[in-house]
């Protein structure tokens, strides 16, 4: 479809090649259409008739004027700029050409219910930053409604969290626009997800399928545990069945005006439908020859979302499967004849047994006494002085790189995440026995004997790798212990610990006086690290806590605004370089420390642009770093961005990269680490994760600098670290616990390529 004014196209018009105009959404309904896969019909109001309406009602110039002068960090006025732009977009009139054609169109697909979708066209700007942020309006009815409807989804592109993420990464608020599907709503009596492949062991002979009662929202949300019914794609029988009990769904509300655009409830399933089939195998197989159909169309495995009503099957939506992985090795325990009465995502190895104690908020850390196992739905920085009490940690939610793992390996105890249930299942006082190997509890004291691998012992000969191995570290206390060890520095100081003995906020206590208070906490605990590793170098992580991390802290709340997804949110460098006052209060504290030791390094986080590495170097230069002659200047590789312009953010002048590969994957593939449903999904060893960490390296080795990786991946498999070894990294950093190992990984993979070449 050629790029025109009209305000319409049906999906009959559009291909995949239009997302442009009709959004990625937009663009697979017409595709499918073309393709003789059922969808529901309907139409899209274009992309191009979003910025005809800016324009005919001038639109574009107020919206500018509302936020010319508004402070981007001040939630409040960020809030009351996007609720008086949202409301001129819904307030001011729609041209009444426009209006009419929505109306035709609306009446010549039949009228009735019909569901209206935001599909975005972020052309410029990362498609996660507008994750959750255009709405969708199920079960619309009458012209007027949808015409509402349609200019709702145009204004959600205004929501506070998007201004702030446009305005804080440069790009103009009118490069972003948004097309919106309107197609006949489909009561769905069932509704789910297929994928096209089996989506933990990405096994290509199999298709999955998901199914609930009521509405597909339910579903996509996580609200509702579904049936699971796995196919093999071949001859399209059904493998294997999970029935899932089920008492609600989610449905119309007939109750409603007809003007309301929130219009679902939840219900009750009948009790005899609670605990059957979802569907029955009919649709079953007819679902899966859809799916067989559209992945042979598509060429590549899909993830499709699918309804059932009156017996006929729709597809109300479909895109790539992109996230396909390597079957994992779990077996690192002895068979147990006990049986496990929780099962989890295994975080940290080891074994403990101790007396369960149930937090339930960080305020409530002070129940933990040295011997307890911690239970909370999730851990953050609050927790930490709890965690070096506790022998054991299970959280409810998370996977192998939550907060509640990367720390209890650091602190080498036994971790299980993602149980889902724990904090309810589990009750205080209880007796359990933590299993971090094989993600089990169960009840009592076990006796569990590891399977660990044969490592060399610190007292024998120190074996000398040309890639230096470095660890992972925050806890101060732990400084001394672990530079005895076999390591050549510290590759990643995180300032976590060291932020928990703070008296409170960063901003709070510049604003109370307190801030030598601050610099002097900061500086006698780095002192600890780079004492304990001198001359050996101490690469420190500025502070990189997200809005709710440092919400938590005493005072935060009054400089924090609550975000959907502090993940992508403000933090790292963005944060330094808007509180630059800030910034320049803990540099102090690492330029005191200079001042004594040379062997300390900074590294900069979450660096989104180029310009902003160079605005750091800059304020370093102000802050005179560069008359220590050992004074390193490296970047955390956390961003895609950082991979596509690798090469401009080196010659900024940078002297060490060190990739993150937990953000990275997250963001590369597009999966919540936390989120213990993806949590088998998350691998640093996907294609497209091994293929940035390679360029990566192999750029930044062949610009002469520094490069190193701190994330969970070499600690976690050791054939990543083989390849990083045989790309020509510098050095690799690792928890304590795979200090040993891990050099002797090394030292076998620095062998096998000397035999090569």
Avoid at 273 to 301: F, M, N, S, V, W
Avoid at 521 to 545: C, G, Q, S
Avoid at 566 to 590: K, W
Avoid at 709 to 725: D, F, H, N, R
């Amino acid at each position: 479809m050629k790029k025109s004014h009209k305000v319409i196209a049906w999906f009959e018009e559009i291909t995949r090649e239009d997302i442009g105009i009709a959004g990625g959404k937009g663009a697979n309904l017409g595709e499918m259409v073309h393709a003789g896969i059922p969808v529901p019909p309907g139409f899209v109001v274009t992309a191009t008739a979003y910025y005809d309406f800016l324009e005919a009602t001038d639109l574009m110039g107020e919206i500018r004027k509302l936020l010319k002068d508004v402070d981007a960090n001040d939630s409040r006025a960020l809030q009351d700029a996007s609720y008086h732009i949202k409301e001129k977009f819904v307030s001011v009139a729609m041209p009444e050409h426009m209006v009419k054609e929505i109306q035709t169109s609306y009446r010549k697909l039949g009228g009735g219910l019909v569901a209206v979708r935001s599909s975005a066209t972020a052309e410029d700007l990362p498609d996660a930053s507008f994750a959750g942020q255009q709405r969708t309006f199920l079960n619309i009815q009458g012209e007027e409604s949808v015409v509402r409807a349609v200019q709702e989804c145009w204004a959600s592109l205004f929501e506070s969290r998007a201004i702030f993420y446009r305005h804080e990464q440069g790009f103009d608020h009118f490069k972003v626009g948004i097309a919106v599907p309107v197609q006949r709503m489909i009561q769905s009596e069932a509704a789910g997800v297929m994928f096209t492949v089996e989506p933990l062991s990405s096994d290509r002979s199999k298709i999955l399928i998901e199914a609930i009662y009521g509405l597909g929202e339910a579903i996509v949300s996580g609200d509702l545990t579904p049936d699971q019914y796995t196919l093999d794609k071949n001859s399209l029988s059904v493998l294997d069945k999970k029935i899932v009990e089920q008492d609600w769904y989610l449905t119309r509300n007939l109750e409603v005006r007809p003007d309301e655009l929130e219009t679902n409830i939840k219900a009750p399933v009948p009790p005899k439908l609670q605990k059957i089939q979802k569907i029955d195998d009919q649709d079953i197989t007819g679902l899966a020859a859809i799916g067989k159909r559209l992945e042979e169309h598509y060429k590549t495995p899909q993830d499709v979302e699918w309804a059932r009503e009156g017996g006929k099957l729709y597809i109300v939506q479909t895109r790539p499967v992109t996230t396909l992985n390597q079957p994992l090795d779990t077996s690192t325990v002895d068979e147990l004849k006990a049986e496990a009465i929780l099962t989890g995502v295994a975080a940290s190895p080891g074994a403990a047994s101790g007396v369960v104690k149930i937090i339930r908020d960080p305020s409530q850390i002070d129940k933990i006494i040295d011997g307890d196992i911690l239970v909370a739905e999730m851990t953050t920085p609050d927790f930490v002085p709890a965690m070096k009490r506790a022998v054991g940690i299970i959280t409810d939610r998370g996977g192998r790189t939550a907060h509640a793992a990367i720390v209890s390996r650091e602190l080498g105890i036994p971790c299980i995440v993602g149980t889902e249930r724990a904090t309810y299942l589990l009750k205080d006082g209880q007796e359990v026995t933590v299993d971090g190997s094989s993600g089990k509890v169960y009840s009592g004291h076990v006796a569990i004997k590891s399977k660990k691998a044969k490592t060399r012992s610190t007292s024998g000969a120190r074996i000398k790798t040309k890639t230096k191995l470095y660890v992972n570290l925050a806890e101060p206390e732990l400084a001394e212990r672990i530079a005895e060890r076999d390591v050549d520095g510290v590759g990643l100081l995180r300032a976590e610990f060291i932020m928990a003995r703070m008296a409170g906020h960063p901003r709070y206590m510049l604003h109370e006086g307190k801030a030598a208070q601050y610099m002097d906490v900061l500086t006698k605990n780095i002192t600890m690290f780079t004492r304990a590793f001198h001359p050996r170098p101490v690469v420190y992580r500025t502070t990189d806590f997200k809005t709710n991390e440092y919400r938590n802290l005493p005072g935060g709340y009054k400089y924090e605004e609550t975000e959907e997804n502090p993940m992508i949110g403000y933090r790292g460098c963005s944060r330094y370089t808007h509180e630059v006052e800030v910034f320049r209060m803990e540099l102090d504290a690492i330029k005191r420390v200079c001042q004594s030791y040379d062997n300390l390094y900074v590294m900069i986080p979450f660096v989104r642009f180029v310009s902003e590495i160079v605005q750091i170097k800059k304020i370093l230069t102000e802050e005179g770093f560069y008359q220590f002659p050992k004074f390193k200047l490296w970047m955390m590789v956390e961003v895609p961005s950082n991979i596509l312009l690798m090469d401009k953010f080196i010659d900024a002048g940078i002297d060490g990269i060190s990739i993150g590969s937990n953000d990275l994957t997250q963001l590369i593939l597009g999966i919540d680490r936390d989120n213990s449903k993806l949590a088998t999904q998350f691998d640093e060893r996907n294609e497209a994760v091994m293929l940035a960490i390679e360029k990566a390296v192999t750029t930044s080795v062949g610009k002469g600098i520094t490069c190193s990786i701190c994330g969970q991946a070499p600690s976690t498999y050791p054939e990543i670290t083989e390849k990083l070894v045989s790309w020509g990294i510098t050095s690799i950093s690792v928890t304590p616990d795979m200090i040993d190992e891990t050099r002797q990984i090394i030292a076998v993979a620095e062998e096998k390529l000397a035999a090569r070449k």
